[in-house]
């Protein structure tokens, strides 16, 4: 989190100093003579695309190879290429109408893209996901980390050279970070270590140029194997849609696609899904690039309406089997759904259940079957839950199977397959005795100010229910998630400043949405010192589960901060 706050912080005092520099430097206010590109050590990636080399190689000259320096020596995802044309457009005025830009970023994600194995490790940061980062890295901290989040660099394969050059770039442009997160501040390091060698005496950008030319080099196996046999990936036909969207839970439905006529890699979609909570149904209509044969990027409305348009970036499988990803709106892209389609066949296959949970000794619990290809008539036989569940009926609705269901006192409580005439769902259900916990998720969340200069950033909750398991220890390796509860939803106080009252100024929650607003940007003059309404609360849920005989209650730490003053990259659909 809090690297997420000191991003807007060096951004700002990037701009001021890119500003400085450019009204001080004569050679900002026209191109230098352009010098001579240093000598390559090491093999880079020809590019051979026209459009792509008229469109750039006004700056990035062309060797005796076909390559074009700088481009031809790293590799990136769609965002990162066009994330490069939108600072060529802003810093070196490249003059490039849409149309060209688009093709110069379709061509150099399938030419200089990632092989997939390179590309899942990123997949968090394309799809615009907030929390935590796993991969971490001394050789990166204090540098990179400073200003970026990290998954912005696990989706970038370069040289040894380029990844030098990079860096020269940052401490070129942003003089400013030279202090703030490449120089080496204090005493230099003395003595040896455990093993006897000497300090390391390389000054930190060394240190991170060094790794990330080991750990994230240009030319690996895995992008050699997939460029080797990469093919437009064949989509077109009808797709089951299983996803769950926080706050509001689970949705399923289906998406069909058609190809583009003329296109290889560009698809119309369809798609239809209900809410399984309220029964609500949606109907979108989009349109999808494939990038590198398997980097969907696409972009859907509501009979088209751009207040209804998600972004869509997901992942396809390599076998064309399932595609994976997250579809998301919002000023700071987080409201989103998580989506997995399924290629639907023509046999009856389960795509998700309204509730996940049953409890023993309970009888007449109704369960709600998302299915394909539903029969057209079912008997109670059909269904089965394992031991000590019994049907006692059903019934198919369109492609809803809805069930009455008694679960014996003494059966054993745990993941249950479904078995739904012959298709199996592993771990569809869990089968428990009590309710032990609450928990909301995420476990922290971000909300940003806003509304009068800037958009708000929202923020959501949900709340889970929880078994101690086989153990009946809380907070255990074999704790059995429950089920998405419909909570009550308050704010509490955080109390890690004394005095601030941050609960009267940050904003609120819809007590039964769990949708925190933030309150507006700018100074607030009913607040002590006119303060700004960020601050840090607690977001608790409130749960009584059926014959207890007091609540359950669970929360989640808010930071509701600042605007993001400064976004380089805006929001772009491809």
């Given at each position: 989190?809090?690297?997420?706050?000191?991003?807007?912080?060096?951004?700002?005092?990037s701009a001021?100093?890119?500003?400085?520099m450019?009204?001080?430097?004569?050679?900002?206010?026209a191109?230098a003579?352009q010098?001579?590109?240093?000598?390559?050590?090491?093999?880079?990636i020809?590019?051979?695309?026209?459009?792509?080399?008229?469109?750039?190689?006004?700056?990035h000259r062309?060797?005796?190879?076909q390559?074009?320096?700088r481009?031809?020596?790293?590799?990136?995802t769609?965002e990162?290429?066009?994330?490069?044309?939108?600072r060529?457009?802003?810093?070196?005025n490249?003059?490039?109408d849409?149309?060209?830009a688009?093709?110069?970023?379709?061509?150099l994600?399938?030419?200089?893209?990632?092989?997939?194995?390179e590309?899942?490790?990123?997949l968090?940061?394309?799809e615009?996901?907030l929390?935590?980062?796993?991969f971490?890295?001394?050789?990166?901290?204090?540098?990179?980390?400073?200003?970026?989040?990290?998954g912005?660099?696990?989706?970038?394969?370069?040289?040894?050279?380029?990844?030098?050059?990079?860096?020269?770039m940052?401490?070129?442009?942003y003089?400013?970070i030279?202090?703030?997160?490449?120089r080496?501040m204090?005493?230099?390091?003395?003595g040896r270590?455990?093993?006897?060698?000497?300090?390391?005496?390389?000054h930190p950008?060394?240190?991170?140029?060094?790794?990330?030319a080991?750990?994230?080099?240009?030319?690996?196996?895995?992008?050699?194997?997939?460029?080797a046999?990469?093919?437009?990936?064949?989509?077109?036909?009808?797709w089951?849609?299983a996803?769950?969207?926080?706050?509001?839970g689970?949705?399923?439905?289906?998406?069909?696609?058609?190809?583009?006529?003329?296109?290889?890699?560009?698809f119309?979609?369809?798609?239809?899904?209900?809410?399984?909570?309220?029964?609500?149904?949606?109907?979108?209509?989009?349109?999808?690039?494939?990038?590198?044969?398997?980097?969907?990027r696409?972009?859907?409305?509501?009979?088209?309406?751009?207040?209804s348009?998600?972004?869509?970036?997901?992942?396809?499988?390599?076998?064309?089997?399932?595609?994976?990803?997250?579809w998301?709106a919002?000023?700071y892209?987080?409201?989103g759904?998580?989506?997995?389609?399924?290629?639907?066949?023509?046999?009856?296959?389960?795509?998700?259940l309204?509730?996940?949970?049953?409890?023993t000794?309970?009888?007449?619990?109704t369960l709600?079957?998302y299915?394909?290809?539903?029969?057209?008539?079912?008997?109670?036989r059909?269904?089965?839950?394992?031991?000590?569940?019994?049907?006692s009926?059903?019934?198919?609705?369109?492609?809803?199977?809805t069930?009455?269901?008694?679960?014996a006192?003494?059966a054993a409580?745990?993941?249950?397959?479904?078995?739904?005439?012959?298709?199996v769902?592993?771990?569809?259900?869990t089968?428990?005795d009590?309710?032990?916990?609450?928990?909301?998720?995420?476990?922290?969340?971000?909300?940003r100010?806003?509304?009068?200069v800037?958009?708000?950033?929202l923020?959501?909750?949900?709340?889970?229910?929880?078994?101690?398991?086989?153990?009946?220890?809380?907070?255990?390796?074999?704790?059995?998630?429950?089920?998405?509860?419909?909570?009550?939803?308050?704010?509490?106080?955080?109390?890690a400043?004394f005095?601030?009252e941050d609960i009267?100024?940050?904003g609120?929650?819809?007590?039964a949405t769990?949708v925190?607003?933030?309150?507006?940007?700018?100074?607030n003059?009913?607040?002590?010192?006119?303060?700004?309404?960020?601050?840090?609360v607690w977001?608790?849920?409130?749960f009584?589960?059926?014959?207890?005989a007091a609540?359950?209650?669970?929360?989640?730490?808010?930071l509701?901060?600042?605007?993001?003053?400064?976004?380089?990259?805006?929001?772009v659909?491809?």
């Open positions: 989190m809090a690297k997420t706050i000191r991003l807007s912080v060096v951004a700002l005092s001021w100093a890119v500003a400085l450019l009204s001080a430097s004569p050679s900002a206010q191109p003579p010098a001579a590109a240093p000598a390559r050590t090491e093999a880079g020809p590019v051979t695309d026209q459009v792509v080399i008229k469109a750039c190689s006004g700056c062309p060797d005796d190879k390559q074009l320096s481009i031809s020596f790293r590799r990136t769609p990162g290429w066009e994330r490069t044309i939108t060529m457009m802003a810093l070196n490249l003059k490039i849409a149309q060209t688009r093709a110069v970023v379709k061509s994600s399938n030419s200089h893209g990632l092989a997939p194995e590309a899942r490790r990123s968090y940061e394309v615009r996901r929390g935590d980062e796993e971490k890295a001394a050789e990166l901290n204090g540098t990179c980390d400073s200003c970026h989040a990290l912005r660099i696990l989706g970038q394969q370069r040289t040894k050279q380029d990844w030098d050059l990079l860096i020269a940052h401490r070129g442009w003089p400013i030279d202090r703030q997160t490449f080496r204090g005493p230099a390091p003395t270590d455990a093993s006897g060698r000497p300090p390391d005496m390389r950008s060394e240190k991170a140029a060094d790794f990330l080991e750990t994230f080099p240009l030319q690996t196996k895995e992008w050699a194997s997939w460029s046999s990469m093919r437009p990936a064949r989509l077109d036909g009808t089951t849609l996803g769950w969207e926080t706050s509001k689970p949705i399923y439905g289906k998406v069909v696609l058609t190809p583009v006529a003329g296109s290889t890699d560009e119309t979609t369809t798609t239809t899904y209900t809410y399984a909570r309220s029964g609500e149904q949606v109907s979108r209509t989009g349109r999808v690039s494939v990038y590198t044969g398997f980097q969907w696409g972009r859907s409305t509501v009979g088209g309406a751009d207040a348009a998600l972004r869509e970036v997901m992942f396809i499988e390599p076998d064309w089997s399932a595609i994976k990803g997250r998301f919002g000023g892209d987080e409201l759904l998580d989506v997995q389609l399924q290629r639907a066949g023509n046999a009856v296959t389960v795509v998700g309204d509730h996940t949970a049953l409890k000794g309970g009888t007449g619990q709600k079957i299915v394909a290809n539903p029969p057209s008539a079912l008997a109670p059909d269904l089965d839950l394992g031991p000590s569940v019994t049907v009926a059903a019934t198919v609705a369109g492609d809803v199977i069930a009455t269901v008694d679960v006192a003494t409580i745990g993941p249950r397959s479904l078995v739904v005439a012959g298709a769902k592993p771990g569809a259900l089968i428990y009590k309710v032990d916990s609450l928990r909301v998720t995420p476990s922290w969340n971000m909300a100010v806003g509304g009068v800037f958009p708000k950033m923020a959501r909750f949900d709340a889970w229910t929880f078994n101690n398991g086989p153990d009946k220890k809380p907070n255990t390796a074999d704790d059995l998630r429950l089920d998405a509860v419909a909570a009550t939803w308050t704010v509490e106080e955080y109390k400043t005095d601030d009267k100024f940050v609120g929650i819809d007590a769990s925190f607003t933030p309150n507006v940007d700018g100074p003059p009913q607040r002590k010192g006119e303060r700004n309404n960020m601050g840090d977001v608790v849920a409130s009584t589960p059926p014959g207890a609540p359950l209650k669970g929360r989640s730490h808010l509701v901060t600042a605007p993001l003053y400064m976004k380089f990259d805006p929001t659909t491809p």
